[in-house]
């Protein structure tokens, strides 16, 4: 127990942590180009605000969520997804009273009890953005077309758009009774979990993972098909924008979406890796959210991309994620005193910028040099005897086995001239 970490957890250890850099750094990269701005909330929120906001008849908050009693008693829960908070964070904070559109983005790490297994943890990491104030199914596709630049950027093929309309309050209740008149037939065959959407949230159904609910729903009543005028213009204008920018999709009225909160579009970006597919990012629009959650009405729309799913993505499709850098150099020491002088010149170079390595085990002048090549140091930097009484060191070029004796004062300007970084 003591060793090893909590199930469905994992450590990204220094030989994957470059990789998460590298994403990490892309995505900011397309956010920033995209005009989106960095949100940061907390890991824990009131649990509340997940169960008012996610639904009770959800996965997530059934029977996905990290929830604890702290010391003084209040309940907690551990995020387990990222609109909620962010939309805590934008009422307390009034950020709907800035010029509109309210354009977010964040890195978090996510909490669900759900069974491990390959692309799902317990604690998992989402790229996620959101704007809220503007109802312009552009806004729709600008979204989309993020996520997908965020692929495209990282070089990910095989991937396939799904769209589809959930509807919103207004047409959602007539499909509801459309719906539970094709299901009552049908309730001895659904599990319990579906007795209770039923009763509160019947489209939910349709997204049951039980295969003998799936039998059930098979020709079910889709939204798409009932939707009220005003969501299936706004649904046209989505695919209108889509095709103007030249994103391709697939329209996918069975996209119904873990979260309750959704409204008009709900969509989903699909990894094809040998025929089996994996759901990389999925998000929507949630007109009413900010309202129920006690803020103005404000509408929103954003995605949540998952990133172990994208990085391993990444590594299926043998995609090349730059190395971490090299070291410029190593100090190799000949006896004591050199070490001792080693330590001073490691300092200097270090403070000009340059990734500088020395060993700090006494290791024999052959085991230092093999040590260099292990950590595949561009220079050596060698400290002898004649280099202690002439006042200088040895700069052995790598590359192109060229010795050159250096004074210390012009060491770090000759590297930097070497690396090209003068
Ligand atoms: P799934 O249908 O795979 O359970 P979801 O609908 O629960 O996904 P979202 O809540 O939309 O997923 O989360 C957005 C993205 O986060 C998913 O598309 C997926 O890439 C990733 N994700 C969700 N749950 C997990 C998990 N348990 N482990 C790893 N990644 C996950
Ligand atoms: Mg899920």
Same mark, same amino acid.
């Given at each position: 127990?003591?060793?090893?970490?909590?199930?469905?957890?994992?450590?990204?250890?220094?030989?994957?942590?470059?990789?998460?850099?590298?994403?990490?750094?892309?995505?900011?990269?397309?956010?920033?180009?995209?005009?989106?701005?960095?949100?940061?909330?907390?890991?824990?929120?009131?649990?509340?605000?997940?169960?008012?906001?996610?639904?009770?008849?959800?996965?997530?908050?059934?029977?996905?969520?990290?929830?604890?009693?702290?010391?003084?008693?209040?309940?907690?829960?551990?995020?387990?997804?990222?609109?909620?908070?962010?939309?805590?964070?934008?009422?307390?904070?009034?950020?709907?009273?800035?010029?509109?559109?309210?354009?977010?983005?964040?890195?978090?790490?996510?909490?669900?009890?759900?069974?491990?297994?390959?692309?799902?943890?317990?604690?998992?990491?989402?790229?996620?953005?959101?704007?809220?104030?503007?109802?312009?199914?552009?806004?729709?596709?600008?979204?989309?077309?993020?996520?997908?630049?965020?692929?495209?950027?990282?070089?990910?093929?095989?991937?396939?758009?799904?769209?589809?309309?959930?509807?919103?309050?207004?047409?959602?209740?007539?499909?509801?009774?459309?719906?539970?008149?094709?299901?009552?037939?049908?309730?001895?065959?659904?599990?319990?979990?579906?007795?209770?959407?039923?009763?509160?949230?019947?489209?939910?159904?349709?997204?049951?993972?039980?295969?003998?609910?799936?039998?059930?729903?098979?020709?079910?009543?889709?939204?798409?098909?009932?939707?009220?005028?005003?969501?299936?213009?706004?649904?046209?204008?989505?695919?209108?924008?889509?095709?103007?920018?030249?994103?391709?999709?697939?329209?996918?009225?069975?996209? %119904?979406?873990?979260? @309750?909160?959704? /409204?008009?579009?709900?969509? #989903?970006?699909?990894? +094809? &890796?040998?025929?089996? =597919?994996?759901?990389?990012?999925?998000?929507?629009?949630?007109?009413?959210?900010?309202?129920?959650?006690?803020?103005?009405?404000?509408?929103?729309?954003?995605?949540?991309?998952?990133?172990?799913?994208?990085?391993?993505?990444?590594?299926?499709?043998?995609?090349?994620?730059?190395?971490?850098?090299?070291?410029?150099?190593?100090?190799?020491?000949?006896?004591?005193?050199?070490?001792?002088?080693?330590?001073?010149?490691?300092?200097?170079?270090?403070?000009?910028?340059?990734?500088?390595?020395?060993?700090?085990?006494?290791?024999?002048?052959?085991?230092?040099?093999?040590?260099?090549?292990?950590?595949?140091?561009?220079?050596?930097?060698?400290?002898?005897?004649?280099?202690?009484?002439?006042?200088? %060191?040895?700069?052995? @070029?790598?590359? /192109?086995?060229?010795?050159? #004796?250096?004074?210390? +004062? &012009?060491?770090?300007? =000759?590297?930097?001239?070497?690396?090209?970084?003068?």
């Amino acid at each position: 127990m003591l060793t090893k970490a909590p199930r469905g957890t994992k450590d990204i250890l220094p030989k994957q942590s470059y990789k998460w850099h590298y994403v990490e750094n892309a995505v900011r990269e397309i956010a920033e180009r995209f005009g989106y701005s960095e949100i940061r909330t907390p890991i824990f929120e009131h649990t509340e605000l997940f169960e008012r906001s996610i639904g009770e008849t959800t996965d997530i908050v059934g029977k996905e969520m990290y929830t604890f009693e702290d010391r003084g008693e209040r309940s907690i829960t551990l995020k387990p997804e990222g609109t909620a908070p962010v939309v805590r964070a934008l009422i307390e904070n009034k950020l709907y009273a800035d010029a509109q559109p309210t354009k977010l983005y964040y890195i978090t790490p996510i909490f669900r009890y759900e069974r491990p297994g390959a692309g799902r943890y317990r604690q998992h990491h989402q790229f996620g953005i959101e704007v809220f104030g503007a109802i312009n199914p552009a806004v729709d596709v600008e979204v989309m077309h993020l996520a997908m630049s965020v692929y495209k950027k990282l070089g990910l093929k095989n991937l396939e758009l799904r769209i589809n309309s959930v509807g919103c309050p207004k047409c959602r209740v007539k499909y509801n009774e459309l719906l539970k008149q094709f299901l009552e037939p049908k309730l001895d065959n659904l599990c319990g979990t579906c007795h209770t959407r039923y009763e509160k949230n019947p489209m939910r159904i349709i997204d049951c993972k039980n295969d003998s609910c799936q039998v059930q729903v098979e020709n079910v009543p889709l939204m798409l098909d009932n939707i009220c005028e005003e969501c299936s213009s706004h649904f046209e204008g989505v695919k209108k924008y889509l095709k103007i920018i030249g994103i391709d999709f697939v329209v996918d009225p069975k996209i %119904v979406r873990g979260l @309750d909160y959704y /409204t008009k579009t709900a969509f #989903e970006i699909l990894s +094809d &890796e040998q025929g089996k =597919k994996g759901t990389l990012c999925g998000g929507g629009r949630y007109d009413e959210l900010v309202k129920q959650c006690g803020g103005p009405k404000t509408p929103g729309i954003g995605f949540g991309m998952g990133l172990e799913r994208l990085i391993a993505s990444l590594e299926t499709q043998g995609i090349e994620i730059p190395k971490p850098k090299q070291p410029d150099i190593f100090i190799v020491t000949m006896s004591d005193e050199a070490r001792e002088k080693g330590y001073k010149i490691i300092a200097e170079l270090r403070d000009e910028g340059i990734l500088s390595r020395i060993d700090y085990l006494d290791r024999s002048v052959k085991a230092q040099f093999k040590y260099a090549n292990k950590v595949n140091a561009r220079f050596r930097i060698i400290l002898g005897e004649e280099e202690l009484k002439n006042e200088t %060191v040895t700069l052995k @070029d790598s590359l /192109t086995s060229i010795n050159e #004796e250096l004074t210390l +004062d &012009e060491l770090a300007i =000759k590297i930097k001239e070497k690396l090209g970084r003068a």
